[in-house]
T-cell receptor
């Protein structure tokens, strides 16, 4: 078990460009979460998947943000027309009922919008 | 509102001593899970300890223990025999279950420095 994997780890993009992050959860974890963390703050919830179904989407997720989990395995988070305010670390996490409700986090994807 | 408050932005402790990090939360739920996560400078969030709200016994994991006061909605973390590797941001969080969804709500964190 290699843990939650995120790619890329770092991304610098120009304002207005689109970016996509990928998350591979721990195998057999059917629950997947995306969080956003800015410097000096705790993570903020963005969205939650159970298998391939997106069950909750935060108000923080504007219409420029979209997340998918097409086959209930890996997930992608896309940000369109990036803005400087999107600069943050995007954390992916996963869990399963068998994990005792413990959520395991990846190392995160740092986004810098210039 | 579902909120978590960590009132100590920064703390420091000498190696081998004991330190307690404070956390209070607000929820209308009766059953929930509470967590302490550690985020070292390498940035990966690591679970330190968890507590089921329906259990009265305080959780313990080696040098880490909690003082869970459900009525007061308080969930403090005690680190005994502090080590240099304990230097990190510590986040208190609780799990919300609503309408088929679930999510962690985090506090703003406490930056702990262990001094040699």
């Amino acid at each position: 078990d290699t843990g939650v994997s995120q790619d890329p780890r770092h991304k610098i993009t120009k304002r207005g460009q689109n970016v996509t992050f990928r998350c591979d959860p721990i195998s057999e974890h059917n629950r997947l979460y995306w969080y956003r963390q800015t410097l000096g703050q705790g993570p903020e919830f963005l969205t939650y998947f159970q298998n391939e179904a997106q069950l909750e989407k935060s108000r923080l997720l504007s219409d420029r943000f979209s997340a998918e989990r097409p086959k209930g395995s890996f997930s992608t988070l896309e940000i369109q027309r990036t803005e400087q305010g999107d600069s943050a670390m995007y954390l992916c996490a996963s869990s399963s009922p068998g994990a005792g409700n413990t959520i395991y986090f990846g190392e995160g994807s740092w986004l810098t919008v210039v | 509102a579902q909120t978590v408050t960590q009132s100590q932005p920064e703390m420091s402790v000498q190696e081998a001593e004991t330190v307690t990090l404070s956390c209070t939360y607000d929820t209308s739920e009766s059953n929930y899970y509470l967590f302490w996560y550690k985020q070292p400078p390498s940035r990966q969030m690591i679970l330190v300890i968890r507590q089921e709200a329906y259990k009265q016994q305080n959780a313990t994991e080696n040098r880490f223990s909690v003082n869970f006061q459900k009525a007061a909605k308080s969930f403090s973390l005690k680190i005994s025999d502090s080590q240099l590797g304990d230097t990190a941001m510590y986040f208190c969080a609780f799990m919300i279950y609503q309408g088929g969804s679930e999510k962690l709500v985090f506090g703003k964190g406490t930056k702990l420095t262990v001094n040699p």
